[in-house]
């Protein structure tokens, strides 16, 4: 069973794997792989604690009601699915840092932080307006050839694009 | 059958865990939970992760379509507009290259361990869907709406079947991905 440890699989094993994964999500489930309304509920789920069931009367919320269910359950899972593949091969966790983000910023956590905090600010909203991330639409709306999704698709990649080139060939 | 498992919910949260375990276990033996690598695809240098999501979607594509075609499943395209779509992806987008994690993929990261995922990435994702939550009414009959066109989907909006939409598609996309292998990247 070496290659359970392996550190790293052909992308093509993986990408068929997910793919069959989606095709186990639309017969058992009747749902398509997703991830960001997880968020959405669980930030409802902690608002609600902060400021009491009030909460649960915002708009958003009576569509997206902040409680666990199937996709929240998925995203759990793909923690824990994620532990053991590098629990498996043995990776160095607890990092604060990337390597390539090391190299031109310095080892400083600090900096890190606040540019993946602010980034994850802007893919959380961005996620909800557009209706869904890069497994909602990039992977699992893309496979069923839906127009919002195609469209999404592009959009994350060319923002993205021009974030990373700005990051890293601008100011790095 | 399958109805009475999809309405069974304890059973669904299970299948929810149960489906995840292996995606972020394949999203991380692929390396799409490494910020080096996800950076890496959108500087051009690494196309470890175009190469898993086309590989994902050429598969999902067929599998799913034979599946419909074979009345199995059902389709459950999300509906758009450009204000949403457009906008939406693009405010995605700026944010995916600041942080180098998606949120499935920030998930995985948080399950190899990466600090700046947690810390960084989750709490600023439930931040952001906590705005947007907040400032949902007032954009949903403005800018959400914008450019209205539905759940369509491409063979629906060119008005011919699936299939014909279906295999051109997925040429396409193993084309793409047999020059990003000959070209060695």
Not at chain 1, 52 to 79: H, S
Not at chain 1, 103 to 115: D, H
Not at chain 2, 28 to 43: E, M, P, S
Not at chain 2, 119 to 126: D, E, R, S, T
Request: proline content about 4%; charged content about 10%; glycine content about 16%.
């Amino acid at each position: 069973m070496h290659w359970l440890a392996l550190g790293e699989w052909s992308p093509y094993v993986v990408g068929i794997g997910i793919g069959v994964l989606s095709w186990i999500t639309f017969i058992l489930s009747d749902k398509p792989i997703g991830c960001s309304t997880a968020f959405t509920r669980a930030s409802g789920m902690l608002e609600r604690l902060l400021r009491g069931r009030g909460v649960l009367n915002k708009e958003y919320y009576r569509q997206f009601v902040p409680e666990i269910e199937w996709e929240w359950m998925l995203v759990v899972g793909v923690v824990v699915g994620a532990f053991i593949s590098a629990r498996l091969s043995g990776e160095s966790t607890g990092r604060w840092v990337p390597d390539t983000w090391a190299a031109s910023f310095g080892a400083s956590p600090v900096l890190r932080w606040v540019v993946a905090l602010v980034g994850g600010v802007l893919m959380g909203v961005g996620a909800r307006w557009a209706g869904g991330c890069t497994s909602g639409h990039g992977i699992s709306g893309t496979l069923q050839l839906a127009a919002s999704s195609w469209l999404a698709a592009m959009g994350f990649f060319a923002g993205g694009i021009v974030m990373a080139m700005f990051i890293f060939r601008v100011l790095g | 059958m399958l109805r009475a498992l999809h309405a069974n919910k304890p059973a669904q949260l299970l299948i929810g865990f149960l489906v995840g375990l292996p995606f972020g276990f394949l999203l991380q033996k692929g390396g799409a939970t490494q910020y080096d690598v996800i950076i890496g695809q959108l500087l051009f240098t690494d196309f470890t992760v175009v190469k898993i999501m086309l590989s994902a979607v050429v598969t999902g594509t067929l599998g799913i379509h034979l599946l419909r075609s074979l009345g199995v499943v059902r389709l459950h395209p999300k509906p758009g507009s450009l204000g949403a779509s457009v906008i939406g992806s693009l405010i995605f987008g700026l944010g995916f290259g600041s942080l180098g994690y998606c949120p499935g993929t920030v998930a995985g990261a948080v399950g190899q361990g990466s600090l700046d995922a947690l810390f960084g990435g989750v709490v600023g994702i439930l931040i952001g869907a906590g705005l947007f939550a907040h400032v949902y009414p007032r954009l949903r009959a403005g800018i959400l709406s914008w450019g209205d066109f539905g759940d369509v989907t491409l063979p629906q909006l060119l008005k011919v079947p699936p299939w014909v939409v279906v295999v051109p598609v997925v040429a396409a996309l193993i084309g793409l991905l047999w020059w990003i292998e000959s070209s060695g990247a």
